[in-house]
């Protein structure tokens, strides 16, 4: 005699749920709440598992962001308008506590206006990204660059701090991209003005 089967019914419950996982089956909505349910306990039960493991996956976090943003992009666009419109008071109040960070991104956003006025691509980039990528030398001058000194033309020593280049300006057809961006010195790029040939009417010397 073959063995008995144990007929037993786990449907909406945890055992369940991984019944139909071993099963490779879609599972029933009653297995579906009790994943969702038990889900809920251990994150209660362990608040600090999901802040660690972001920490250790933040590529992960990323793509993941990313992915669910393009999926979802007329939500989370809604969603963001929405929540503007309920705290209005909110960005004011950021960008008094967080100036540099106000300022960099006021800085990409005048970038990616620009670009979008002149219909060029563009590709996301921060300047953290251009200088790993490309280092902190002016790519004209080949001279340090100083990332401590003002970011505008009123600031004492302006003229060897950080400007983002574009090889070819987007005014002739050039990319805003991570591929057309070099670093360089704030009277370097001046001086570059819309020329492609960087290294046209410029040196070291004059910069120092």
């Not at 809920?40 to 993941?64: H, L, M």
């Amino acid at each position: 005699m073959g063995r008995p089967k144990l007929l037993v019914n786990r449907c909406g419950s945890i055992s369940g749920w991984g019944v139909h996982q071993r099963n490779k089956e879609q599972a029933c909505e009653p297995c579906c709440i009790a994943k969702r349910e038990y889900d809920r306990k251990w994150k209660e039960n362990n608040p600090k598992y999901e802040q660690n493991w972001r920490s250790a996956n933040k590529d992960k976090v990323k793509q993941y962001n990313k992915k669910s943003y393009e999926k979802n992009i007329e939500y989370h666009r809604a969603y963001k308008k929405q929540w503007r419109t309920k705290n209005p008071e909110y960005q004011r109040i950021w960008r008094a506590e967080n100036p540099e960070q106000a300022k960099l991104q006021g800085r990409e956003s005048a970038r990616k206006r620009r670009a979008l006025e002149l219909n060029t691509l563009r590709e996301p980039y921060k300047e953290s990204e251009v200088l790993e990528t490309y280092g902190n030398d002016c790519h004209i001058c080949q001279q340090p660059i100083d990332l401590e000194t003002p970011r505008n033309c009123r600031g004492e020593g302006w003229e060897l701090g950080l400007h983002l280049d574009h090889l070819v300006p987007l005014s002739k057809g050039g990319t805003d991209t991570l591929e057309n961006i070099r670093p360089a010195h704030a009277l370097c790029n001046t001086r570059k003005h819309s020329r492609i040939e960087h290294n046209e009417g410029i040196d070291a010397k004059r910069v120092k």
